[in-house]
């Protein structure tokens, strides 16, 4: 198990450099010396191509996390892990090159599918710990021996737990659209995905492991 775990932890990092590095040129290309809102419009080719860089992304993760797991499970906590280290080293790459995010209130464009996400960078940051969190812990269950079987339930409470978090992503959609920039970012809404996201996540585990000794 640590092996695979210290080689997710590495091609994270390595993908949040990668990640990092594009965000560096596109922002010297499209906003060289001005902020990223209100936001500036690409050229036809280079939002195709940026669009498409975001999906192959996801496809690169996913494909990585199914090489390194054995099981259905650990496939998913693959994904979880490299999901949210890359994320996470994407800010710390962004700090060391750009010296951004200057503030923890600092407002990012987080996806352009199917429409701009924004929000300050901390909250998907929270969002990326989650996940990496998430996985750790089904690796652990796995080293116990817990097969952890992803039940109807899960994937319920996922989406449950997942729609207020997308909702508040999507909350200034509409104002940086029309130019604007954003200003009220609806916390209530990350916080309450969060908490019913780790309270689901918990529960499961505590399922698994109540009658260990």
């Known amino acids: 198990m640590g092996y695979a775990l210290f080689f997710l932890l590495i091609l994270g990092a390595a993908l949040g450099f990668f990640e990092a590095g594009v965000v560096v040129y596109l922002r010297a290309l499209v906003y060289p010396g001005a902020p990223l809102f209100p936001m500036k419009a690409m050229t036809s080719s280079i939002l195709r191509v940026?669009?498409?860089?975001?999906?192959?992304?996801?496809?690169?993760?996913?494909?990585?996390?199914v090489l390194a797991g054995r099981t259905r499970a650990l496939k998913f906590a693959s994904f979880l892990i490299l999901f949210g280290v890359w994320d996470l080293f994407y800010y710390v790459f962004l700090r060391i090159f750009l010296n951004w995010p200057a503030s923890w209130?600092?407002?990012?464009?987080?996806?352009?599918?199917?429409?701009?996400?924004?929000?300050?960078?901390?909250?998907?940051?929270?969002?990326?710990?989650?996940l990496t969190a998430f996985g750790f812990g089904m690796y652990k269950l796995w080293s116990k021996g817990y097969p952890m079987p992803i039940a109807r339930e899960d994937i319920l409470a996922a989406t449950v737990a997942g729609a207020p978090i997308l909702a508040s992503f999507f909350w200034e959609t509409k104002t940086v659209l029309r130019g604007g920039v954003p200003t009220h970012y609806p916390w209530a809404l990350l916080f309450l995905g969060l908490l019913l996201a780790w309270g689901w996540a918990l529960m499961r585990y505590r399922k698994y492991t109540r009658f260990e000794k």
């Open 105 to 130: 209130k600092d407002w990012d464009i987080l996806f352009l599918i199917p429409a701009p996400w924004v929000a300050p960078w901390i909250a998907p940051a929270l969002c990326s710990v989650t």
């Open 50 to 65: 940026e669009l498409l860089r975001e999906i192959f992304s996801i496809v690169l993760i996913w494909s990585a996390a």
